[in-house]
């Protein structure tokens, strides 16, 4: 894995020509050399750069300034389904901030909706008072083995996912984004008494059953995590 020299995303593959368009390899190779003479070497560690910045550097919430009907209609555009009109509004009314959650495993190259419907409609709700906190599930993604269990890599993955929707748009002064592992290591108690109440009350069966929401079936060859 690299840092791509053109657009600073992640590189999944040694070979990006495509030799169908000879006519265009040589200036493909001129332009790759320039540009890497322009770079610092890469090594194992490549996203060391991507890894030290502040994610949450835009952080700033803002009120939003539209009146309580178009903050209304905006989030009902969001959603699918509202469990009742009355209470989304009486929330409306009694917050000019409110909270809203999203997450994300860092496992690979972010596909188009992922990166151009999230940020609008993370956009929408923003500018009617949400405030998204995002949770990246790097710990969840070592135990499903993404990156080939590397957790640096997979916080270099998480970060490219932030970049790519500040690229895409993303208002980030209403949004914040939280590395699962910090959040669970400050109140590792209340955490993991939970995993193990969860642990007591099912059985190995029912645990494989939710394997299914991962994209996994019940028979597939599943780690113990």
């Not at 640096?152 to 699962?180: C, D, T």
């Not at 109140?187 to 009350?201: A, F, G, H, L, Q």
Request: hydrophobic letters at 35%; charged letters at 20%.
């Amino acid at each position: 894995m690299s840092i791509s020299p053109f657009h600073g995303g992640l590189v999944f593959r040694d070979e990006l020509i495509d030799s169908s368009y000879p006519t265009q390899i040589e200036h493909v190779k001129s332009v790759v050399a320039t540009a890497a003479k322009q770079v610092p070497t890469q090594t194992s560690n490549a996203g060391d750069g991507l890894n030290t910045k502040n994610m949450n550097e835009f952080f700033n919430p803002n009120v939003s300034t539209l009146s309580l009907q178009e903050r209304y209609n905006i989030c009902a555009s969001v959603g699918e389904d509202i469990v009742t009109d009355e209470e989304l509004m009486g929330l409306l009314k009694r917050k000019q901030i409110f909270n809203c959650y999203d997450g994300f495993e860092p496992s690979g190259r972010m596909h188009i909706a992922q990166g151009i419907m999230k940020s609008i409609n993370v956009n929408k709700l923003t500018s009617a008072g949400g405030v998204f906190t995002f949770w990246v599930a790097d710990w969840f993604a070592l135990l499903n083995n993404k990156m080939g269990g590397d957790l640096h890599k997979i916080q270099v993955v998480g970060r490219y996912f932030v970049e790519v929707w500040k690229a895409a748009g993303m208002n980030l002064s209403n949004v914040r984004f939280l590395w699962a592992s910090d959040e669970i290591n400050k109140r590792p108690e209340e955490y993991w008494s939970r995993v193990m109440d969860i642990s007591r009350k099912n059985n190995i069966t029912r645990i494989k059953k939710c394997g299914t929401i991962m994209g996994r079936g019940e028979g597939d060859d599943l780690p113990t995590s």
